[in-house]
């Protein structure tokens, strides 16, 4: 049976958001076998520069905790919208999944958050990338008294991907669904075994998957398949749970964080704009009297004493500034320490929930290949000459 790939044309562009954007509830009841599983991949941190390392005080420890939370918030807020299967966070790409949603932080400040996200699904098909942005104030945060689940200054910014996830599913047909999902399910047998199901895909040049056949509902080999996906989902399972503690631990540090963040912030700049104007009229006043005595003309003591009290004025405000500085850092240290890795325990073996989590979970997924290779009695270097010629 030959299955057409749904075609699309993916949009990019730069969305501003408005902070009061509202998140769509799905209304219909979709098929259980419409309902398309999630992949959230932990967001890439962005590159710091020394520059912004030292001026604004953010560390790449700091990026790789926003990381973290802002993957599974927007985990959080796609599962609200009621429109999905599974939905869950992933270490690093999987063909588990019959969307994925990778996402970089470009900026954040705790007044300005912009992020680029790019949605594609198993058959290749990139939905869209966006570049969204947004913008808070001080009063923002003062008005966010709400204690629900959700509650998250960027919350607007949260509900416009998942809504705007949601607008592109609305646009696939019953038949399109069902392609993303044999596509998934196929794409994951392939990857155990290859000899098996080279026949049954196709990928062309530009990553487009296309399904050439379907194996028979009862065959042996798919259903052992089913049955290492249905391990692996568990394995996805207990990874989401240790998210979710993470996410519950840093919710209220990290929350402040970006509140003072963004007042020392304002503080700073506030501190050096007076700096420098008066540091320039103090300047301006104690030349102005150097000139009037060059040109002969008598010399107010009190132009003199005012320019150098306004310089120095000016020089104290510095000083102050470089104070909001360190404030800074010390609340970007005090994250740091409320981010320590967790440990999470799978088949009896402690992991530390840190940047390494991606290799870790290569390491299960391999070990889920030994499974399959051993239930279906394949020698283990026919399985390996396979693995690597596939």
């Known amino acids: 049976m030959l299955l057409v790939v749904l075609s699309?044309?993916?949009?990019v562009g730069a969305v501003k958001v408005d902070s009061n954007e509202r998140i769509e509830i799905e209304q219909a009841q979709l098929q259980e076998s419409h309902l398309l599983d999630i992949g959230v991949v932990v967001f890439k941190g962005g590159e710091i520069s020394p520059e912004q390392a030292e001026n604004d005080a953010i560390s790449p420890e700091i990026r790789e905790a926003e990381a973290r939370y802002?993957?599974?918030?927007?985990?959080?807020?796609?599962?609200?919208t009621s429109g999905w299967g599974a939905v869950n966070v992933l270490p690093s790409e999987s063909e588990i999944m019959d969307v994925i949603v990778e996402g970089e932080i470009i900026e954040s400040t705790?007044?300005?958050l912009k992020l680029k996200i790019s949605v594609s699904d198993s058959t290749g098909v990139t939905w869209f990338e966006n570049t969204y942005l947004t913008k808070v104030t001080r009063k923002d945060y003062s008005e966010t008294n709400d204690e629900s689940d959700l509650t998250e200054i960027y919350q607007g910014m949260y509900n416009r991907i998942a809504n705007d996830i949601n607008a592109y599913r609305k646009k696939?047909?019953?038949r399109g669904l069902t392609s993303i999902r044999n596509t998934s399910e196929l794409k994951y047998a392939a990857n155990l075994a290859p000899d098996i199901y080279v026949d049954y895909i196709t990928q062309d040049v530009e990553g487009k998957t296309t399904i050439l056949r379907l194996p028979a509902i009862n065959d042996p080999s798919l259903l052992r398949v089913r049955k290492i996906r249905e391990r692996e989902y568990l394995l996805v399972d207990t990874i989401n749970e240790h998210y979710a503690d993470y996410y519950d631990k840093v919710h209220d540090s990290y929350g402040n964080w970006r509140r003072y963040y963004l007042m020392e912030t304002l503080e700073k700049r506030k501190v050096e704009r007076e700096s420098k104007v008066k540091k320039a009229l103090g300047a301006a006043a104690v030349v102005g009297s150097i000139l009037m005595a060059v040109l002969g003309e008598n010399i107010s003591p009190a132009l003199v004493v005012g320019g150098v009290a306004?310089?120095?004025?000016?020089?104290?405000?510095?000083?102050?500034?470089?104070?909001?500085?360190?404030a800074i850092v010390e609340l970007s240290e005090s994250l740091q320490t409320d981010v320590e890795p967790?440990?999470?325990?799978?088949?009896?073996?402690?992991?530390?929930?840190t940047g390494t989590l991606d290799e870790q979970y290569l390491q299960w997924r391999a070990l889920l290949k030994a499974i399959y290779q051993e239930e279906i009695g394949i020698p283990e270097e026919e399985y390996d000459n396979t693995i690597s010629n596939g």
Do not use: P, W
Request: aromatic share 4%; glycine share 8%; net charge negative.
């Open 110 to 112: 705790g007044e300005d």
């Open 310 to 326: 306004l310089y120095t004025e000016g020089v104290n405000a510095s000083e102050e500034a470089v104070i909001h500085q360190e």
């Open 8 to 11: 699309g044309c993916a949009s």
């Open 70 to 80: 802002i993957s599974y918030h927007l985990r959080e807020t796609i599962q609200k």
């Open 342 to 353: 967790l440990v999470v325990e799978v088949d009896g073996e402690a992991k530390e929930l």
């Open 172 to 174: 696939i047909d019953e």
